[in-house]
């Protein structure tokens, strides 16, 4: 009996040694990762990290759309790779490298070449492109509040209130503590094209084909936009 | 060649005195009874003998650090020849030695092998018991993956609820307030060091023990060792030893190892089978799909978390565990005599029904249950654009809040993301506007309170999205209750098409 068992083991053991790297049911196979720069990579970061706000597709999320190539030739590089490693604003969250995750600065610049190229159209030559940041300095807010008047109050009000059939407000004290001023600028330049708000080309509602915001006037609305801010910790201190 | 052989062992036993050492115990006599019942001790010390050698292989690649964790078991996957065999075998062997030691306690316990004189060996028995636990739990940790994330969390909260050295404990056990790259070194030191060590000792506390006092008999009806009467026990035992015994080793180690034999063969099949558990992906809150699981010895646990409301829990953690602990440790001396016989205990065989029936139904809620968060869910899944377009520029920000507060970690909105909570999409048919504020500041049953961790205008613009979701048709609520009419006649309408 024990004999036999010691038999038994024995030719075992080398079966056991040598089978360790056969092709057993449980060996775990390699999941081929995309590679860098892939097509298939760029969705998986963007499935992983950005579609919960910005949108399956690249649209119709609560944040600013992606997938538009007139945003994508206007915002640089840098802004687009610091912005998403650092985060911006109150809502949104930086992707930096930790050990729990994000994403490494060269999968973040991988990333920004690959959105450029795949939801940008980068062979369209663009001409008349305004600058993405407000220059130092910039924008009247007087003339601001005349130019939203005309060409935004019939959709968000003449005094950006809101109309009950058209858009809401854009001038609401929590709305405007919630996003920077460079998300209103992005707005007043590529709009919202997913939701119906036009960009600066137009067309705006009651106002000739073909005639947009110029550089100026995007300067001066966003302006007026940052200036309807009121410090909530100021009023609730009153 | 045979002869040659037996010279050197001659030799070495010679010089060392081994068999002087091993035989006595090896000779020592058991009861001719004693048949197949006694085989989950030993099994459970092949278990963990196999971990020890497959642990100190593994050691051997394995980095820990925060850093390189996780890439080390990849690379033990895919790299090292056998990597992977070796995490299998190490993986499966804990949950086996969980379930064998389980196994022989319910053994010992039914047959009343716990009482005079063998009370020290089933102290030394749950002791082990615990220590094996917190093997496997460490283990867990050491895959530094989403699961491990998930259940150092809840260990860490479960142990922060212990009064006065609460957060001391956690702070002491995480290496730092939160999990870092600090808390798997602790752990690591807790899983190869700390705790192997006080295993090796229990097991030859333990040892030495059955061996002093014997193995008790199978207790059978009218049969010999039936009752335990402190007076007569132990002369009435040696006297049947020393007459109808028989020595240890051939005659029970043989029974020993053919069970082992059988349970190594089994353990290395399920191993090539199933391969390695895990690492479930990276501990990401921006990984896909994630949700994770304790493994097997604490799925119940987990579902009794998941079951229970925080007041409870505190009770439970505070209160009912040390109770339950102490009544464990305190079985020999609550029914140290009397009969052994299982059927003359009913008491006690209904505890043991009761508890494995509790534990099964609980790990099986553990499994199929959706309770445990969506890590990834709040950059993964979409608020889908029904529940975008339409809003104001305020709204939109609620959604952003939503996802940015990873409310969707927990809750779905059209059945997409976590489903720890309820579904949000159609929250405004059930809550007033006043009535959401509320619950998300100041949270609610497994809801933790956001309160202090939004601002006014992060609130507002919540409410102001929150209060936007109710389906089609339906007006959202102004009074508790106020929509339950109208949700019955969509219903109605719903039903007539």
């Known amino acids: 009996m024990t004999r036999r068992l010691h038999w038994l083991a024995a030719a075992l053991l080398p079966v056991l040694v040598a089978g360790c790297d056969w092709h057993f049911p449980g060996k775990p196979i390699k999941t081929v990762e995309p590679v860098a720069g892939s097509r298939a990579e760029f969705d998986r970061i963007y499935f992983v990290n950005c579609l919960g706000c910005h949108g399956p597709e690249g649209r119709n999320g609560p944040a600013r759309p992606m997938n538009d190539p007139l945003y994508l030739a206007v915002i640089p590089d840098e802004v687009f790779e610091r912005v998403t490693t650092e985060g911006h604003g109150v809502l949104m969250p930086g992707f930096k490298k930790t050990p729990f995750g994000g994403l490494t600065t060269k999968e973040i610049s991988d990333f920004t070449t690959g959105i450029k190229k795949f939801w940008g159209d980068p062979k369209k030559a663009w001409n008349d492109l305004p600058p993405y940041a407000q220059p130092e300095g910039a924008g009247d807010v007087a003339l601001g509040g005349k130019t939203f008047a005309t060409y935004c109050g019939s959709c968000h009000g003449p005094d950006g209130s809101g109309k009950p059939d058209g858009a809401g407000s854009v001038v609401d004290k929590f709305y405007l503590d919630l996003v920077s001023d460079q998300a209103l600028r992005s707005t007043v330049i590529f709009g919202r094209p997913d939701l119906g708000c036009p960009d600066f080309r137009g067309p705006y509602p009651g106002r000739p084909a073909g005639q947009g915001l110029t550089p100026a006037d995007i300067d001066n609305v966003t302006a007026w936009l940052v200036s309807n801010r009121v410090s909530l910790d100021e009023e609730a201190a009153r | ?497």
């Open chain 2, 1 to 497: 060649m045979m002869s040659s052989i037996k010279t050197a062992w001659t030799w070495i036993d010679d010089r060392t005195g081994i068999m002087q050492m091993l035989g006595p115990p090896l000779k020592h006599h058991v009861p001719r009874n004693a048949k197949w019942w006694y085989v989950f001790g030993s099994c459970t010390l092949l278990f963990f003998t196999i971990q020890v050698v497959t642990g100190i292989c593994l050691a051997l690649v394995y980095a820990p650090s925060g850093d390189s964790a996780y890439d080390s078991l990849l690379y033990l996957d895919y790299v090292v020849p056998g990597g992977w065999m070796l995490r299998a075998i190490h993986a499966w062997s804990s949950n086996a030695m969980v379930f064998m030691m389980l196994v022989h306690m319910t053994q010992v316990f039914l047959h009343g092998a716990f009482k005079f004189p063998r009370e020290m060996t089933w102290i030394f028995g749950v002791a082990l018991m615990l220590t094996t636990l917190a093997l496997a739990f460490t283990g867990q940790v050491m895959r530094w993956d989403s699961d491990a994330y998930w259940g150092v969390g809840i260990g860490a909260s479960m142990m922060g609820r212990i009064p006065f050295i609460g957060g001391w404990l956690t702070h002491l056990i995480l290496g730092g307030p939160i999990i870092g790259g600090d808390t798997l070194s602790r752990f690591f030191s807790l899983h190869v060091f700390i705790l192997p060590g006080a295993m090796i000792g229990l097991i030859g506390g333990h040892l030495m023990l059955v061996l002093r006092h014997g193995i008790s008999e199978e207790p059978k009806k009218g049969g010999p060792g039936e009752f335990v009467d402190k007076a007569t026990y132990r002369a009435a035992y040696k006297e049947r030893m020393k007459k109808h015994g028989v020595p240890f080793f051939p005659d029970a180690a043989q029974r020993d190892m053919v069970f082992c034999g059988i349970m190594l063969i089994v353990l290395v099949v399920v191993a090539a089978w199933y391969g390695p558990i895990g690492p479930s992906p990276r501990p990401d809150p921006a990984n896909i799909l994630v949700n994770p699981r304790p493994d097997f010895p604490f799925l119940w646990i987990f579902a009794i978390l998941a079951l229970l409301t925080p007041t409870i829990e505190d009770y439970l953690i505070i209160v009912a565990a040390p109770v339950v602990l102490m009544v464990l440790f305190l079985v020999p001396f609550l029914a140290g005599t009397g009969s052994r016989l299982a059927s003359s205990r009913p008491i006690a065989s209904l505890s043991v029904v009761l508890l494995i029936t509790g534990l099964l139904v609980l790990s099986w809620l553990g499994v199929t249950s959706p309770w445990s968060p969506h890590m990834s869910a709040w950059t993964s899944d979409a608020v889908p654009p029904v529940f975008v377009k339409g809003r104001t520029p305020l709204q939109l920000q609620g959604a952003l809040v939503l996802q940015h507060s990873q409310c969707r970690n927990c809750h779905s909105l059209d059945g997409l993301g976590g489903k720890r909570g309820p579904e949000l999409g159609d929250v405004a048919s059930r809550l007033s506007r006043d009535q959401i504020i509320r619950q998300v500041q100041q949270g609610d049953g497994n809801m933790p309170a956001f309160g202090k961790n939004l601002t006014a205008a992060e609130t507002d613009a919540l409410a102001a999205f929150l209060y936007s979701c109710h389906p089609p048709g339906v007006q959202p609520a102004t009074r508790p209750g106020a929509q339950i009419k109208q949700l019955i006649e969509l219903d109605k309408a719903r039903a007539n098409n």
